[in-house]
Structure formats: structure tokens, C-alpha cells
């Protein structure tokens, strides 16, 4: 089998409302989808959603390497030579989200040339894991609202909980959820470095009072002995997500001190370098989870089979519910959350079918 065509087409998707962090917001699913089609007629797609305050990409960029430096290489190539394309890909440094949506659409093609699921070819650890909502930043009683609603429609029961800006209004809205859920929600929180090293230590101390469980991204990693000193501080593991990105970050990250638990995100090492990842992480004893790029559903459905073939990213609640965000999409069938559970796709590689009308509806290249 040959790959004969790679596109990287920009869509447009809008939000029911936006979602804030404290490293920015997002309004809209301005993402790029990659189509990659072999000689034998497979068909396989890969989301890359730019998130320029956390990789630099824009959509206009990831469009740009896809088409101008990772099709030369691809093109011609065997989709089953994952890890060859993989060091090809890698002369191009950074450009991390349209790597990963090239490796997710290798293994929709692989999947389907072999008549299996991905989360199957990962090693099948499970057909449908717990899942855990991203609460975006607001005034605590719409991030209340929002969990509430999360918890009543489709029973889940773990959130993470966007902090990062002022303290007072970030342990007010803990507090308030702590209050409306009880106690026996997870509650972990994400402060996207919006925190300085003293801060973000009195932070931990006070979030480990109202038992949520972690802390992603306290403050700026590059801040090293501020980072450090956070770790050893902290009651609560820091957990890194934007500060370890690739596998060698990951390694760098742990081995340093700097983090002590890694989200795991395809839209930026795909499945073949997320595997790896977890491969380390399990090795050196250290947490995963399943982290969300604010993906759209081609992006959450690849999360949820990364999540469902690999043991240790089955244990902790993933975060696959950002989706709920879109108005419409261009998968024909959208992803479903039931009883706080999402399922892998039982269909081959990703088992997606891409609705042409909504395709030709949402991009923005024509
Ligand atoms: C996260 O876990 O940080 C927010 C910004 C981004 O790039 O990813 C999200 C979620
Ligand atoms: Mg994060």
C-alpha cells in the first residue's frame, strides 16, 4: 500500500460559547483536517487543532508544513512505516499538531488495511473508559453550572477545573464546585502557567484542602528552580502537559523535577509517540492521562481509542468532552457519552466516515 495524496484542509466549526484558559480562549473549531489517501483507495483523517499560545501553530501554518514538507515525504511512502515517516517528520522541528494529526491518520489507514479498530492495534485495554470534563474559566457560578449540567446529562463524574488567574476567584469557584458536586467527584485543577512559584505553592496547599487530587501547569516551566521548588512544596502532584510535549520533554521534565505526572495528548504526539510516552512514564512509575486540545470529535474519537489501548490511560478519567462545544462537525456520527463513559469505535482504524456536505460546508479553502 502507497500513499498517493496528503491535503491539510482548514475548517471552521463554531462554539456554542467560548472556552477560557488562562494562557487564552477559544471561540471556534478552527482546525485543519488531514486526509491521507493510498493507491489501494483507504482514505485515512487526522485533526490538528492550532493552539498558537501553546505550540505557535495557526491553522494557516499547519496547512502550510502539511502541504509543503510533510506531503513530499509522505507521498509515495508506506502508511505501516510509522516509525521511518515518524524520523522524517522529525527534521521538521516543532509544528507538534500537525505531526500528530498526520501519525492519527496513518493509523486510520493502518487500522483499516488490517480490519481493525486502533484501540485494538494499541493492545485493547479496554472498550470504553471513565471520562473527565475540562471546566473553562467563568464567574463560579457558571463554572457550577457547567458541571452541574456535565453531572446530571451524562454522569460524569470527574473534572478539571481551569484555574490560573486571580486566586481568590479560582479557590472561590473550587469551593463552590466542592460544595454543589460532594465528595465524591474528582476535582483536579489546571492553571496553564498563569501563576508565579509563590503563588501557585500557597495555591496547592489551599486546592489539597477542598481534595483536588492535582495541578497541571502551576507556572511557567522555564522558570526551573521556581518550577522545582513547587514540586517539592506542593501536597498535590504537578502534573505537565504544554511544558512536556514531545517524548524527550516528557523524559527531561520528569527526570528534572519539574513535573511528577504527564497528560498525554494526540493532537500533538499522535498515537505512535503518545505509546512511547506512556512506555516511559510506566517504566519510571509516573502517572498518565489522557489530556484534551480542545479537540474537536475526529480528535476526541482518537483520544478515547488512545485512551482505550493502553492500560495505565484507561485508569484515570479522560478528558473527551470539549466536543459538547461544537454546533455541528463534519464526522457523520458524533461521539457519545454515556453513564460517564465513552466507548471506542468498534469500526476499523478510527471508524469515521467524514459527511462530504458538512465537509464542503465548514472549510474555509473554497
Ligand atoms: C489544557 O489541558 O491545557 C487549553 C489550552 C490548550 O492548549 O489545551 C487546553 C487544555
Ligand atoms: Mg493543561
Request: contains cysteine; aromatic residues 4%; hydrophobic residues 45%.
Amino acid at each position: 500500500m502507497k500513499i498517493t495524496n496528503v491535503e491539510a484542509i482548514p475548517l471552521a466549526v463554531p462554539f456554542r460559547r467560548p472556552f477560557a484558559f488562562a494562557s487564552g480562549q477559544a471561540t471556534a473549531a478552527d482546525h485543519v483536517l488531514v486526509r491521507i489517501t493510498t493507491d489501494d483507495g483507504l482514505v485515512g483523517y487526522g485533526e490538528a487543532p492550532p493552539r498558537p499560545y501553546t505550540y505557535g501553530e495557526t491553522a494557516a501554518s499547519i496547512v502550510a508544513v502539511v502541504r509543503d514538507l510533510f506531503a513530499p515525504v509522505l507521498v509515495g511512502a508506506d502508511p505501516f512505516a510509522r516509525e521511518r515517516l515518524r524520523a522524517d517528520l522529525a527534521r521538521t522541528v516543532a509544528n507538534n499538531a500537525a505531526k500528530g494529526a498526520v501519525d492519527v491518520a496513518l493509523w486510520d489507514l493502518v487500522g483499516q488495511a488490517c480490519g481493525q479498530p486502533v484501540h485494538v492495534l494499541l493492545g485493547h485495554a479496554a472498550d470504553d473508559v471513565a471520562v473527565a470534563h475540562m471546566i473553562g474559566l467563568g464567574t463560579p457560578s457558571e463554572m457550577v453550572a457547567d458541571a452541574v449540567e456535565m453531572n446530571d446529562r451524562y454522569g460524569v463524574e470527574a473534572f478539571k477545573v481551569k484555574v490560573g488567574r486571580d486566586l481568590a476567584h479560582d479557590l472561590a469557584a473550587v469551593r463552590e464546585l466542592r460544595r454543589e458536586l460532594g465528595d465524591s467527584v474528582e476535582l483536579y485543577a489546571d492553571a496553564n502557567r498563569g501563576w508565579d512559584a509563590d503563588t501557585a505553592i500557597v495555591a496547592a496547599r489551599r486546592l489539597a484542602d477542598f481534595h483536588v487530587t492535582s495541578l497541571e501547569e502551576p507556572n511557567p516551566a522555564d522558570d526551573v528552580l521556581g518550577r522545582r521548588r513547587i514540586v517539592r512544596e506542593s501536597p498535590i502532584p504537578i502534573v505537565g502537559d504544554e511544558s512536556t510535549i514531545t517524548l524527550g520533554g516528557v523524559a527531561r521534565s520528569l527526570l528534572d523535577g519539574d513535573s511528577q505526572a504527564t497528560s498525554v495528548k494526540v493532537a500533538r504526539t499522535g498515537f505512535t509517540e503518545s505509546a512511547k510516552i506512556v512506555g516511559l512514564c510506566e517504566g519510571l512509575g509516573v502517572a498518565t492521562m489522557v489530556g484534551n486540545q480542545i479537540d474537536g470529535m475526529l480528535g476526541t474519537v482518537a483520544s478515547t481509542a488512545l485512551a482505550c489501548g493502553l492500560r495505565s490511560l484507561a485508569r484515570h478519567p479522560v478528558e473527551v468532552t470539549n466536543f459538547l462545544l461544537m454546533t455541528d462537525d463534519v464526522l457523520t456520527e458524533p461521539p457519545t457519552i454515556v453513564d460517564g463513559r465513552a466507548a471506542a469505535r468498534q469500526g476499523p482504524g478510527l471508524g469515521v466516515t467524514i459527511d462530504p456536505d458538512k465537509l464542503a460546508h465548514y472549510r474555509t479553502d473554497r
